[in-house]
Every structure is written in structure tokens, then in C-alpha cells.
């Protein structure tokens, strides 16, 4: 089992930025993909960006190009650097772990809140 503590969130405005990071303990040598979903209010949970241990990436469309993730695995840290923020980005951001193997994410973190005022 991986434990993930994610942080890095807050109350921003319209075109800030903020980094988010999300640090993997436990059985970490299982870790493969990790990605980044977030959750507005009275939406489902959506895949955002997520990057393999080879750091082959992936994006959705609608943070393509402002959100850059990147992963430290001496320090089993994924980063979500989040640029041009717009209100619409406002959410919970979780980080997830899909172990080698698996098609699905199975590890979670608690989640951080990113608020963006207009």
C-alpha cells in the first residue's frame, strides 16, 4: 500500500500560479503511474496530468499548456505546477498511484483545495 499526502493549494487570483506536490510513502517500489485528478463541485473526478516512472507524460486538454507535472523519485514526490490560473480551475486536486500491472489508480491522497477569485 502507498500512502500519499498531497499540499500546496490555496486561495489564489484569476492568472496566478501555484505547485502542488504529492509525497508517496510506504511501498513505494510498486509506484509506475502517478497522476494528478481534481473534482469541482457537483462534477465527477477527472484525470488531469499524470507521468510514468520514465517520465512519459500525459495531459488533459483543458490544462494543456498552464500545468506542467513532473515527478522526483529520490524523493517519490510528483509535482503539479499549475500557471494561468483561471476560476474555472477552482477544485480539490488529488494525487493517485497506479501500480505496474494495474489499469487503475488505487492509492489516494486527501486532497488540496485550489480556489481561483476572478
Known amino acids: 500500500q502507498v500512502q500519499l499526502v498531497e499540499s500546496g493549494g490555496g486561495l489564489v487570483q484569476a492568472g496566478d500560479s501555484l505547485r502542488l506536490s504529492c509525497a508517496a510513502s510506504?511501498?513505494?517500489?510498486?509506484?509506475?503511474?502517478m497522476g494528478w485528478f481534481r473534482q469541482a463541485p457537483g462534477k465527477e473526478r477527472e484525470l488531469i496530468a499524470s507521468?510514468?516512472?520514465?517520465?512519459?507524460?500525459y495531459y488533459a486538454d483543458v490544462v494543456k499548456g498552464r500545468f506542467t507535472i513532473s515527478r522526483d523519485n529520490a524523493k517519490n514526490t510528483v509535482y503539479l505546477q499549475l500557471n494561468s490560473l483561471k476560476p474555472e480551475d477552482t477544485a480539490v486536486y488529488y494525487c493517485?498511484?497506479?501500480?505496474?500491472?494495474?489499469?487503475?489508480?488505487?492509492?489516494w491522497g486527501q486532497g488540496t483545495q485550489v480556489t481561483v477569485s476572478s
Open positions: 493517485a498511484v497506479r501500480p505496474a500491472g494495474q489499469t487503475k489508480y488505487n492509492s
Open positions: 510506504g511501498r513505494t517500489e510498486i509506484n509506475f503511474r
Open positions: 507521468i510514468d516512472n520514465l517520465g512519459f507524460k
